[in-house]
């Protein structure tokens, strides 16, 4: 066997693994719950193997969409929050020196380490009334007495893009890292002050990177689950709250794989957009 033959087979070899764990765990299982979200939901919790289109009728009823719609609204005012401060926040951890980045990476290494349980109880302790920050403010003159901020939508927001973050500078941090730091220099000898020249040069020379951060912050905020019942009011509850409560406690599991299969068809074809759009930003 030649040696470009080789190599293909042992590329070939080397996908074989990822591809069977792909199929097994993700493929197989998708497979399954969209051939029970056209099932039929029977009484004591059974379902009988029938071809009905009633599940995505009721999830397109208006209560269901406005409840995706507010997931929608919520993981995108999340990325929109966690790209408005990861950018600036990265660019200039990027232009430390390399000792003075380590103890950042490691922080936001750290956060990533928790787990949602820990920062939603830590963020509901934050904003409560009795142990929470107005007390501080009580305390230096800026309240008149402490206030319970959980459970609210602001809680719900905090809590999210705390949790988010991390990730959103993970994504961002190489594409800052390879940025050439003669750009900036250029626009600020041609009189550009350093936010103009942020703006005007750097951000439009990271599209791709900053389309694709917001596009996984997104994904990512689309499927937050303990958050919203943690920091929120029922009507802070986001899809994947609904999901499990129609698979576990209305035991409707072909409901509830109806809501899961749009869910995760919707990130889908976010990542399909991403990569699209990515392909055509490199070809021009």
């Not at 230096?140 to 402490?146: A, E, H, K, S």
């Not at 109806?258 to 930003?281: D, E, H, K, N």
Request: net charge positive; hydrophobic share 55%; glycine share 6%.
């Amino acid at each position: 066997m030649s040696a470009p033959a080789r190599t293909n087979a042992s590329g070939q070899a080397a996908l074989a693994f990822p591809a069977v764990m792909l199929a097994a765990f993700f493929v197989v299982p998708f497979g399954l719950m969209i051939a029970v979200s056209f099932f039929s939901r029977e009484q004591g919790g059974f379902y009988t193997p029938v071809l009905t289109t009633a599940n995505y009728q009721r999830f397109l009823s208006w209560f269901f969409a406005d409840i995706l719609l507010f997931s929608v609204g919520l993981s995108a005012l999340v990325s929109a929050v966690c790209l408005t401060i990861g950018a600036p926040f990265t660019y200039l951890l990027s232009r430390l020196p390399r000792r003075s980045q380590v103890p950042w990476l490691v922080a936001m290494m750290a956060v990533l380490s928790l787990s949602e349980v820990i920062i939603g109880f830590a963020w509901s302790t934050l904003l409560s009334r009795t142990a929470g920050l107005s007390n501080l403010f009580v305390a230096i003159g800026l309240m008149d007495g402490p206030e319970a901020w959980s459970p609210s939508f602001t809680a719900v927001l905090c809590g999210m893009v705390y949790q988010a973050f991390p990730y959103s500078i993970l994504v961002l941090y190489p594409a800052f890292s390879r940025l050439d730091p003669s750009l900036s220099e250029a626009a600020r000898t041609l009189g550009a002050s350093p936010v103009r020249a942020f703006f005007n040069v750097i951000v439009p020379s990271l599209r791709n990177a900053l389309v694709a951060t917001f596009i996984i912050v997104f994904v990512f905020a689309l499927g937050a689950y303990l958050l919203p019942q943690l920091l929120g009011r029922p009507q802070h509850w986001t899809l994947s709250v609904l999901i499990t409560d129609q698979a576990v406690y209305q035991s409707n599991m072909p409901f509830a794989a109806a809501m899961a299969v749009f869910l995760v068809a919707s990130s889908l074809i976010l990542v399909l957009l991403s990569t699209m759009f990515g392909g055509r930003r490199e070809a021009k």
